[in-house]
Nanobody, 128 residues
């Protein structure tokens, strides 16, 4: 079992920065890929970024490329999402998730259904 707790959200002005954290319990976290998703008001939850267990490979949604960076510290059982140049359209609840299997399939690892552990989310609000 893995429990995930996100933190670091808040209210920030456009152009500002935030760093989200995803603290995990259990041993599974360090051996699995993880990802960040977000859900804006009235919209479907969408993929933001993913990272392999070792951090050797990452993927980003086009809307955040060049602005967001996903990382992890397995010694601390924690994942991170650093967000720069924030825009009002980044306003959403951000969720972290852990991949179901040991080896990620890079063709599908942007899909929500390949992640089986989820946090409760942290709100990010970007004012204009």
């Amino acid at each position: 079992q893995v429990q995930l707790v996100e933190s670091g959200g808040g209210l920030v002005q456009a152009g500002g920065s935030l760093r989200l954290s995803c603290a995990a319990s259990g041993r599974t976290f360090s051996s699995r890929a993880m990802a960040w998703f977000r859900q804006a008001p009235g919209k479907e939850r969408e993929f933001v970024a993913a990272i392999t267990s070792t951090g050797g490979r990452t993927a980003y949604a086009d809307s955040v490329k060049g602005r967001f960076t996903i990382s992890r510290d397995n010694a601390k059982n924690t994942g991170y999402l650093s967000m720069n140049s924030l825009k009002p359209e980044d306003t959403a609840v951000f969720f972290c998730a852990v991949y179901k299997y040991l080896r990620p399939n890079y063709d599908v690892w942007e899909r929500q259904d390949v992640y089986d552990y989820w946090g409760q989310g942290t709100q990010v609000t970007v004012s204009s």
